[in-house]
């Protein structure tokens, strides 16, 4: 007998199943979670003018530029955002105030331009944060200068770590986990000091990486998108329902983003 009669025979477009029954044989996929609606444009357009008046209004001659930074030029503004301005003076006339623009809180930082001219070679948060501001004044060109300069020093990458800088990071984070694990009996305490410990940890893991510092409303989920072992230990964490469960999840965090860095060397 011919070896490719037992061979089935190839099914015709007819037998195929269609499109539409091959996705009855998937499970449904959620629809995600609703986001909350962004305030319209032009209202907070109408607030970024009345809140550049009163700045240009109050420093006058000394006022080189404002530009406007954080979750507005980010688009995930919400309801409950703010609106941040950097005003960028020639003196060292520096200061921070929060006003009240209809029902918008306005935060506005006065910097000395010079000086944040000079923190951009240091500064963690800086060249991430200006990178994407919006000019809304400047004065002989000085904020796109200054953006320029960020933008550049952002592609550079944050300043390298020493070996004594990573052992630093690590030491730290055990020591804030370890006063809580010795207050564990102080439940509210413990607590508290676990908040200064994650707070130390998750810088950590952006230094480490040579990373650049996020905005704290998307720092979880770039971790998460970095690392997912890290993320998923973090969600644990932070849902986690009794004290002994954060700790016991502080130390895996800790041993794993840790993990290549030894201890300090002992001296005795």
């Not at 688009?75 to 020639?90: E, F, N, Y």
């Not at 969600?235 to 860095?261: C, K, N, S, Y």
Request: hydrophobic fraction near 40%.
């Amino acid at each position: 007998m011919d070896d490719n009669s037992a061979v089935e025979p190839c099914a015709t477009d007819s037998e195929r199943p269609s499109r539409e029954e091959l996705q009855a044989e998937l499970l449904e996929i959620p629809e995600p979670p609703e986001q909350p609606k962004s305030p319209p444009s032009p209202a907070i357009e109408d607030i970024l003018a009345s809140a550049l008046g009163y700045v240009r209004g109050k420093r006058g001659g000394d006022l080189l530029a404002v530009i406007l930074v954080g979750s507005a030029v980010r688009r995930t503004i919400t309801l409950h955002s703010d609106l941040d301005l950097v005003a960028l003076v020639k003196g060292q006339d520096e200061g921070q105030e929060i006003v009240r623009i209809a029902d918008r809180l306005i935060e506005i930082r006065y910097r000395e331009y010079a000086a944040v001219e000079q923190e951009l070679s240091y500064a963690l948060r800086l060249p991430p944060l200006l990178r994407k501001a919006r000019i809304l004044f400047e004065h002989e060109m000085a904020a796109s200068k200054l953006l320029e300069k960020a933008g550049h020093r952002f592609r550079q990458g944050p300043p390298p770590l020493s070996l004594h800088d990573k052992i630093r990071l690590k030491t730290e984070c055990w020591h804030w986990l370890g006063k809580a694990e010795d207050l564990r009996y102080q439940p509210a305490t413990a607590q508290y000091l676990l908040g200064i410990f994650l707070e130390d940890l998750l810088q950590a893991f952006f230094r480490l990486g040579g990373l650049w510092l996020t905005a704290p409303a998307d720092m979880l989920r770039f971790i998460s998108s970095r690392h997912r072992e890290v993320g998923e230990l973090l969600d644990r964490f932070l849902t986690a329902p009794t004290l002994h469960a954060r700790l016991d999840l502080g130390r895996q965090l800790t041993e794993l983003v840790f993990r290549d860095i030894p201890g300090p060397p002992r001296v005795d």
